[in-house]
């Protein structure tokens, strides 16, 4: 009798940190380190590059959405939504393992998220924390050059959104039975922080 490899079962990781955190670094770090163990689908789904696609549509909507991103305002729920769940719609076939990128971002966001997890058949899902220092984050959004970092008001909004919105859903995820938190610590080289994520995704998984 021959011996199959048993193929793993997919996953769905969400990550969450603050912006300048490195979390589009770390899902590619993690994309690789998962088809090294066998994951032959891995959908690394970042909401921000869904977004700098649309704003540039010559549309209303997607030029008020463009002047929220100019400023660094947070996208209002039901963009932040449509967002995510039409990539979801034009990309994901049911066997993939995903990596989502930043998103939710809000509690109200959690609970249409986790309603998409379910129907999708995802199971256990994981959320990873990247607990990166303000400064640290303010150092990278102006090392990195983008057009909209470089105001520093703009990057002031997004420090105050993330400790007034994203926070909050990290605190419901804590305290959500169906959700696994990695708390990692994201004020690190990027080979250290995705050396100790692996650690500790090894202990849950």
Excluded: C
């Excluded at 939504?81 to 995903?98: P, Q």
């Excluded at 199971?123 to 970092?149: K, T």
């Amino acid at each position: 009798m021959e011996n199959t490899l048993e193929v793993p079962q997919k996953q769905f990781f969400i990550l969450i940190g603050r912006s300048g955190s490195g979390k589009g670094t770390q899902a590619k770090l993690l994309e690789e380190y998962l088809r090294g163990k066998g994951h032959e689908k891995v959908n690394h789904i970042t909401t921000g590059g869904g977004f700098r696609e649309f704003i540039v549509q010559n549309t209303y909507i997607a030029q008020l959405a463009q002047d929220a991103n100019n400023t660094g305002t947070l996208q209002p729920e039901f963009l932040a939504v449509w967002n995510w769940a039409n990539i979801f719609i034009n990309t994901l076939s049911g066997d993939e393992t995903v990596i989502l990128d930043g998103a939710p971002r809000k509690p109200f966001e959690l609970h249409v998220l986790h309603s998409a997890v379910t129907f999708l058949g995802y199971v256990d899902p994981i959320v990873i924390y990247l607990d990166v220092l303000e400064s640290v984050g303010r150092a990278q959004l102006l090392g990195r050059g983008r057009d909209d970092d470089k105001n520093a008001e703009t990057v002031d909004r997004r420090m105050t959104w993330f400790d007034t919105d994203v926070l909050p859903t990290l605190d419901a995820y804590l305290h959500d039975p169906r959700y696994k938190v990695l708390h990692i610590n994201g004020n690190q080289t990027p080979e250290e922080v995705h050396k100790e994520l692996i650690e500790k995704l090894d202990l849950v998984g």
